[in-house]
T-cell receptor, first 113, second 112 residues
Framework: TQLLEQSPQFLSIQEGENLTVYCNSS?????LQWYRQEPGEGPVLLVT?????EVKKLKRLTFQFGDARKDSSLHITAAQPGDTGLYLC?????????????FGKGTLLTVNP | KAGVTQTPRYLIKTRGQQVTLSCSPI?????VSWYQQTPGQGLQFLFE???????NKGNFPGRFSGRQFSNSRSEMNVSTLELGDSALYLC???????????FGPGTRLTVL
């Protein structure tokens, strides 16, 4: 069983602060995805990282995939109330048609104005 | 392009009953995956269907089953409901393995 540990589980910060969310596993994934989920909605894909050491930026969000493809981080600069939500990482295992996503339990982020 | 739709959005059942949830994928998507989301366990994979065939299955008891129709719409069924089955059930569709999954808003099931 491939497990993904996310930390912290809860995070409450003030508008303008920076934060980092971590996603760790003992397993190697073919790719890793980050999602954001808002109340009453399903998760929405933010980014997919594939190559070890890869860094991707999406406006104020920076995603990094570990060199060994076992861990990832999400850094948000100057957080805004609109960033509030549940952030989920998901590791993908791909073997032919056998494609599975394993999700972490998520980080619930609250950005206070 | 319409997104993934799930019906019903909310459902209340009692222990021992059975329930059927429905998912309509994005037009052209042939893969449908189902997930259970609870505060304690997070998002857990139930099963995936592609072209009416179950391709992958998660670690859930046989009370959880599903099927996919020729138009790619999918249903999942839970029989002999237990209190622990209370959860948000999410459906996601994609073009196929390795492609981006698009999630529906979920069905909130409460078992009393």
């Amino acid at each position: 069983t491939q497990l993904l540990e996310q930390s912290p589980q809860f995070l409450s910060i003030q508008e303008g602060e920076n934060l980092t969310v971590y996603c760790n596993s003992s397993s190697v994934f073919s790719s890793l995805q980050w999602y954001r989920q808002e109340p009453g909605e399903g998760p929405v894909l933010l980014v997919t990282v594939v190559t070890g050491g890869e860094v991707k930026k999406l406006k104020r969000l920076t995603f990094q995939f570990g060199d060994a493809r076992k861990d990832s981080s999400l850094h948000i600069t100057a957080a805004q109330p609109g960033d509030t939500g549940l952030y989920l990482c998901a590791g993908a295992y791909s073997g032919g048609s056998n494609y599975k996503l394993t999700f972490g339990k998520g980080t619930l982020l609250t950005v206070n104005p | 392009k319409a997104g993934v739709t799930q019906t019903p959005r909310y459902l209340i059942k009692t222990r021992g009953q059975q329930v059927t949830l429905s998912c309509s994928p994005i037009s052209g998507h042939r893969s449908v995956s189902w997930y259970q989301q609870t505060p304690g366990q997070g998002l857990q994979f139930l099963f995936e269907y592609f072209s009416e065939t179950q391709r992958n299955k998660g670690n859930f008891p046989g009370r959880f089953s599903g099927r996919q129709f020729s138009n790619s719409r999918s249903e999942m069924n839970v029989s002999t409901l237990e209190l622990g089955d209370s959860a948000l059930y999410l459906c996601a569709s994609s073009l196929g393995a390795g492609n981006e999954q698009f999630f529906g808003p979920g069905t909130r099931l409460t078992v009393l």
